[in-house]
């Protein structure tokens, strides 16, 4: 099991510091306003789920008049670790989550804290990280979550909840709602994110992070969107690696895995999921233009990880395919309404350095980049070489299961290593896979240990080897969360 350290005490909020030199100003003064929408178990694919304007014309905003990184990832694909490390710009193997408990979690020098530092009105409405009401069962423990948040609303269950459902709000309300309509997680978010717009000062800067269910089993959509008939011409999924066929040269718990009974992967439900999150969108957009917001404000739209469709065999997440996600990005005062699509790989632990490089803050102790020079095109690449991928605990529930999940731990390498993408596996119980990206995105053909490629192989586990034993990751006991 992971440590779990005791949190030290968090000071009080200090005054906000003067705006340091190179933090993004808009024309009123004050500095760009940055909102999040952040979707659960949403995979890349397929597009017709965002970019269609007549099914969804906000999310498709994104697609079609913003920056698309068309190869972002996570640095672990569960929930969890993903989550943490978006809010602390660090691994999972550094913030101590590395499975579906927020129990490790610490709230010193994460997003919150800088932002809130630097004068930034934080919000936070939604989902958070996983087991929060058994880790955080007492009033006492959610305000020290809720320290450096102005405002924090979220879903108080173990994990995010469509219906029947409590949220504990910083001050230490509750507030419960059950099956109706209107007590549809997303909504309530979209209300209360609303709320927080109309009521931020209007000479502060507002940091708003809007985490939905939406993409989560059991991928429950908003009344209005029940059989919604917009999604009827939405064909369902049959992806280059559904129900992969030839698994022999895959690591063993996929061999084990039988092939799927369904031809297709019916994307029916997840169609409603968007139609649900454009509803959000439409809403917290058209507040932030009530509010004289909404041009100078730097609008993510990203999930905590990716989603296998019957990708090789095999529905869910928790491995090292499941890490490419969706990223899009508008700020129409900075980039206007052009399409615009980033190759150069980022990743969810690249986000707090970013903010910071909006808010004008350090973040001396994050493992990820700012991808600021990215979103505003004055380069086309970063200067780092790799980013890593881990999932650090054996799905070893069942241990008599071949098909049982090893952990893993692996590189992707970036533009600045070269122009072809390769990613390199490891797991546990030393079996690894080996894959050109910029040939074989859908990660078909195991290159390791294959003739040709020897090279690349040695220097992939050379960088693998270097950052484990400078960062000592090690395994971890399997969790009892998952």
Not at 108 to 132: F, M, P
């Amino acid at each position: 099991m992971p440590v779990r350290a005791t949190e030290p005490p968090v000071p009080t909020p200090a005054e906000p510091r003067p705006l340091a030199p190179g933090a993004a100003e808009g024309g009123n003064g004050r500095r760009s306003d940055i909102v999040v929408f952040y979707l659960d178990d949403f995979s890349p694919q397929p597009r017709s789920l965002w970019d269609n304007p007549e099914r969804t014309p906000n999310l498709a905003r994104f697609v079609n008049r913003g920056v698309g990184f068309s190869n972002a990832i996570v640095s672990s694909p569960l929930c969890g670790p993903s989550r943490a490390g978006l809010l602390t710009g660090r691994y999972g193997h550094h913030t101590g989550v590395i499975a579906n408990d927020v129990d490790p979690y610490r709230t010193d020098n994460d997003v919150a804290e800088k932002l809130s530092r630097t004068g930034y009105h934080t919000a936070y409405v939604g989902k958070h990280i996983n087991r929060l009401k058994d880790a955080r069962g007492t009033t006492a423990q959610m305000e020290r979550l809720a320290t450096w948040w102005d405002e924090f609303d979220v879903v108080w269950e173990n994990q995010g909840k469509f219906y029947d459902w409590t949220q504990y709000r910083k001050g230490g309300e509750t507030a419960y709602y059950g099956d109706k309509p209107g007590d549809h997680s997303s909504r309530v978010a979209a209300e209360r994110a609303i709320e927080h717009i109309e009521n931020a000062p209007e000479d502060e800067p507002l940091f708003l992070f809007i985490s939905l269910m939406d993409g989560h089993i059991p991928m429950t959509p908003m009344q209005r969107h029940v059989d919604d008939p917009r999604c009827d011409d939405v064909k369902p999924w049959t992806g280059p690696a559904f129900n992969e066929r030839d698994v022999s040269d895959k690591p063993a718990h996929i061999r084990a895995t039988p092939r799927l009974s369904n031809e297709a992967y019916n994307l029916t439900a997840r169609c409603e999921q968007s139609l649900t999150a454009d509803w959000v969108v439409g809403k917290v957009i058209r507040a932030l233009r009530d509010a004289g917001r909404l041009d100078d404000t730097l609008q993510i739209l990203t999930a905590d990880n990716g989603w296998l469709m019957g990708d090789h065999r095999i529905v869910g997440k928790s491995y090292p395919y499941a890490t490419p996600v969706p990223l899009y990005v508008r700020w129409p005062a900075v980039l206007g309404n052009r399409q615009r699509t980033v190759r150069e790989p980022v990743s969810n632990i690249d986000w707090l350095p970013t903010f910071c490089d909006v808010a004008g803050c350090g973040v001396p102790n994050a493992d990820g980049l700012s991808i600021l020079p990215l979103i505003t095109g004055q380069t086309d690449r970063l200067d780092r070489r790799f980013l890593f991928v881990e999932l650090l605990y054996d799905n070893a529930r069942y241990p008599d299961d071949p098909r049982a999940r090893p952990g893993y731990t692996g590189v992707e390498t970036t533009l600045g290593y070269s122009d072809t993408r390769w990613a390199f596996t490891r797991y546990s119980n030393g079996e690894a896979e080996l894959y050109n990206l910029s040939e074989d995105p859908h990660r078909l053909e195991n290159l390791y240990d294959t003739r040709g490629h020897g090279k690349v192989t040695r220097e992939l586990k050379r960088m693998h080897k270097s950052l484990k034993q400078a960062d000592k990751v090690r395994w971890q006991e399997t969790p009892v969360f998952d």
